[in-house]
């Protein structure tokens, strides 16, 4: 280049444009430095020289964390009115478990397993991102993994053949004659990221819950997706869950953790488990819930008082035999002291 500094000039004037947009609340800070960080790289390929620590001092600072917020249980319970029989899994799956939207791309009905103690569905493993560098484990709560298997037992029914190589979400079919939708039951065509992202959308703006927040153009509450990561995370610390066992459930790096920490399945998942009734979403499995653990509460109380009165019982038993033991003895001695006065 035979002029270094026409780069920098055009740089410095593009540069200048988009941070009146920032002042503007057009984009934010971060979205400008991400615009220096393509330039640099850029021009770093095309061995243009720029001196980037002039540019660079005089741009605004950006946030470290987003400003929306996590959707609230009742904005939770109205997304899943949406009429989409697919719906109150995947809601209930992503808020139950803290899984990214990618990872429907990879989920096959293979990778959820129920977990029962006592015959009873307590939680349910998921493998997220089976077959990638990035695979983890996480759980689902009971509810979710009810509303996966009753989409399942559905598809089953109206006749296409399900297995374990299923995938968890498909495109719909057509139900009755002369109404489209994306082929044949025994058409199978997966419902990709994609697609989920944009019935989630649909459901947002039909409940009447995507609205602008005012802040900035373009800018929402609580965010499609993610903001079922941060419910899921919100919920996790409310429950008394360690962070870094939180951080391992939504497949976050810990640092050099990664190198130490070894926490085991069984472990994971009693951590999991002070959270199920957090996650749940629907008020009546809140409440099927509340009433069993209070059965089992009153169970315990009743056994713990029968065992209390049993050994009361038992004792008062003893000491009946005792004072019959004394009797007999005190008989026989006045039958000894009659045999001598008669003598």
Known sequence: MKDPNWAFHHIIKFLQFQKERVERCEITGATLRNSVKSLKLFCEMADIPVTWKKITRGLPKSRKYADDRAPTLAEIQRICEYPDRRI????CAMSSSGIRLGAWDY????HIEPIRREGNLVAAKMVV???DEEQYISFLSPEAYTELE???EFREECGERVDEDSWIMRQLWNTKEGHHHHGKIKETTKLRSSGIKRLIEDALWTQGLRRK???????YEFQTNHGFRKWFETRCEQSGMK???????MGHSIGISDSYYRITEEELLNEYL?????LTINEKNILRQQVAQLSDNRGGVFNKELQKRDSELQSIKTQDQLNRDSVACLSDQILKCEKKLKI
């Open 107 to 110: 989920l096959r009905w293979r």
């Open 213 to 219: 927040a005012g802040l900035r153009r373009n800018r």
């Open 88 to 91: 109150k899994g995947i809601v």
């Open 129 to 131: 991102y089976a077959g």
């Open 243 to 249: 962070s870094i066992n939180i951080e391992t459930l």
């Open 150 to 152: 009753k989409w399942m």
């Open 274 to 278: 002070k959270a199920v009734d957090l």
